[in-house]
């Protein structure tokens, strides 16, 4: 791969927040190789959910991302399937209620955009999922399916003029492939990670221009 053409990001750094999917770090190094970033802080939770409130609150993605001391030039938010699988409200897109959804993810965007303004922030939808009974079908305790958290970080990338990956509707990991590109219906395996690099690499690219 020509690194050339990504050089936008070379000597650039590079903050991934999220769940067990980014903590695996499987697919940062595969991207900060491709764009040349100098160094990646992996901020993900294992288990955890964007929201606030839950007895994860150590590792909730929007209580993370507000102690981070960091300042990175650029940094991904990818959550959303654990606030599916443990039924957490999405709330209004707009409102400040961590306890949501929707409102972590915006007290989150806020807090980092106040902390360092350049920073190139970037939204990534959950991908699709099917383990433990928990598939694109069904409806959580708070009435909500994955496809409602996933459409919300698109409104949410809309209000605050933020680009989103959509990993759900793009990535070609679905019902019929999750066994290809998952090791248990959730979690990618390595083609999984190759999978999400590969859509990653020219969205991160296009956005640092």
């Known amino acids: 791969m020509d690194r050339r053409r990504y050089a936008i990001w070379e000597g650039k750094t ?13 697919y940062q190094p595969l991207v900060g190789e491709a764009l040349g970033f100098a160094r990646i802080y992996n901020l993900g939770r294992s288990g955890c959910p964007m929201a606030a409130g839950t007895d994860r ?9 507000a102690a981070m001391e960091e300042r990175p030039d650029c ?9 599916f699988r443990l039924g957490i409200p999405i709330g209004g897109v707009g409102g400040k209620d961590v306890r949501t959804f929707a409102g972590a993810y915006a007290a989150l965007i806020e807090r980092l ?10 939204l990534w939808t959950p991908l ?15 009435g909500h399916r ?12 809309r209000l605050y003029a933020l680009p989103v990956l959509d990993l759900y509707a793009e990535s070609g990991i679905n019902r019929l492939t999750l066994p290809v590109y998952t090791t248990d219906g959730v979690h990618p395996n390595e083609a999984g990670h190759l999978r999400i690099a590969g859509m990653a690499i020219p969205f991160l690219e296009r956005i640092g221009q």
């Open 113 to 122: 955009l106040a902390a360092n303004p350049s920073c190139r922030i970037n």
């Open 146 to 157: 994955l496809i409602d958290y996933a459409e919300t970080v698109l409104q949410i990338g």
């Open 75 to 83: 940094v991904t938010i990818f959550a959303g399937v654990n606030d």
């Open 128 to 142: 699709q999922r099917d383990k433990d009974g928990y598939d694109i079908h069904y409806v959580n305790d708070a």
């Open 14 to 26: 590079w903050g991934t927040l999220g769940d067990s999917i980014t903590a695996a770090g499987g």
């Open 57 to 65: 609150d150590d590792g909730a993605t929007v209580n993370v991302g």
